[in-house]
């Protein structure tokens, strides 16, 4: 096939997805070209190194891409990412006919939702069908990340997102969605069945593997001979940060909690620490990503939290693909998909999100799991991802749907 991929985020950037499947894609035989722009997530920046210009082209095992210009924004300003979002949208649209021509089937990496905008165009001008693969429900993400207005103008966004994500979605050969209760609430907005697939995220399998811990990992997160339970990724307002926090505090003889990342959330969890006198919980900072399999390999557990919302009842958190992966036991405090994966999977604990006390009595029964037990948690975990969420299966599912839409569109 001829396939098209539009994503507004793309390597060297941390958004692997759309990269990985472009390069997997062209070394399955098919020709790939991908339009994109230029990397700034999460800086907000264009990288250094990098200047924005208007036809930039390369070549990267295999795979065309095209670069277009885009104003960067990752901050918490919802009218600064509107313009990030918006200009990709327009320069995208512009660049597509030339770049795209006589492809066969698109793929498009969402969000945000604009990154559609060109291949409306294309499915408009040529009939080029579509496969949406969502990330996040729009506009449930926006509204609950704060970046909303509030009031009229708020609830009128709502409805606006709303409709266009309607449209969006019917106007799709496909849909992949990432957790099986996401699929049920596309399908509650009027899209097809039939064109909707559960495809699990994978991992970057190059940096997520078991490795063995070592003294410099255990010393860098601070393993000091007890249970420690490790937090990796992002501190932001949807992950239940200071539920974590409140739970170590009150099982200070049970677990250290130790969180390797940063985020919009940082330093309020560094406060809400100080004032319950947490001397359990420590704060590592971001970590370069080669070296997050040994700090998962040092640590008893990984902790995997998500609020208790119902959107966020069909997310499966990217952070348990990469603990699966390396064969590290999980702690989970969710609800939904990603809670009843760990469970029905053996690879973990689970208890209710939001419940900082039922989280305490998670971490005491944690520390009280014998190693061989943890060690077949870890080994569970491993084969989970490998039977459900590996990038082979992952482009096995996006290959079969990009194909079905190709069909559809000869037809």
Not at 100 to 128: C, S
Not at 146 to 169: Q, S
């Amino acid at each position: 096939m001829r396939i098209g991929l539009i994503s507004q985020w793309y390597p060297p950037e941390s958004a692997f997805v759309p990269g990985q499947l472009a390069t997997e894609l062209a070394r399955r035989g098919h020709e790939v070209r991908v339009l994109t722009t230029f990397p700034s997530l999460p800086l907000g920046r264009t990288y250094p190194g990098w200047q924005q210009r208007w036809n930039h082209r390369a070549t990267d095992r295999g795979v065309a891409v095209r670069r277009v210009p885009a104003y960067p924004s990752h901050d918490r300003s919802g009218l600064r990412r509107a313009a990030s979002y918006l200009s990709f949208a327009t320069t995208s649209t512009l660049a597509a006919p030339r770049h795209l021509r006589g492809v066969d089937a698109l793929y498009v990496y969402h969000p945000p939702p604009t990154a559609y905008a060109a291949a409306g165009l294309l499915r408009m001008l040529r009939g080029v069908p579509a496969v949406l693969h969502v990330q996040d429900l729009w506009p449930e993400s926006v509204t609950a990340s704060g970046m909303a207005p509030p009031g009229l103008a708020g609830r009128a966004m709502d409805r606006v997102l709303t409709a266009t994500m309607r449209r969006i979605y019917r106007a799709c050969a496909g849909i992949a969605v990432i957790a099986p209760a996401m699929a049920e609430q596309v399908v509650e907005r009027g899209v097809d069945p039939g064109a909707v697939r559960t495809v699990f995220n994978w991992t970057d399998e190059a940096l997520f593997r078991p490795v063995p811990g070592t003294d410099s990992a255990r010393e860098t997160i601070g393993h000091r001979g007890r249970t420690t339970v490790m937090f990796a990724g992002n501190l932001g307002l949807l992950q239940g940060v200071d539920v974590a926090i409140r739970a170590a505090a009150a099982a200070p003889d049970a677990v250290d909690l130790v969180f390797v990342g940063t985020g919009l959330g940082a330093e309020q969890a560094r406060r809400l620490a100080d004032e319950l006198g947490a001397a359990n919980v420590r704060f590592v900072g971001r970590r370069p990503a080669a070296e997050m399999a040994e700090l998962y390999a040092a640590a008893d557990y990984q902790l995997v939290m998500l609020r208790d919302l119902p959107w966020l009842r069909g997310t499966v958190p990217s952070k348990l693909q990469a603990a699966l992966a390396c064969g590290s036991p999980v702690l989970m405090s969710a609800d939904g998909d990603a809670a009843r994966l760990v469970s029905a999977g053996g690879a973990g604990l689970v208890c209710p999100p939001d419940d900082w006390r039922a989280l305490a009595d998670q971490f005491a029964a944690a520390a009280r799991v014998p190693a061989e037990q943890r060690i077949e948690m870890g080994r569970r975990g491993r084969q989970l991802y490998l039977d459900r969420m590996s990038l082979r299966v992952g482009v096995d599912q996006i290959e079969d749907l990009l194909s079905k839409a190709a069909a559809s569109g000869r037809g």
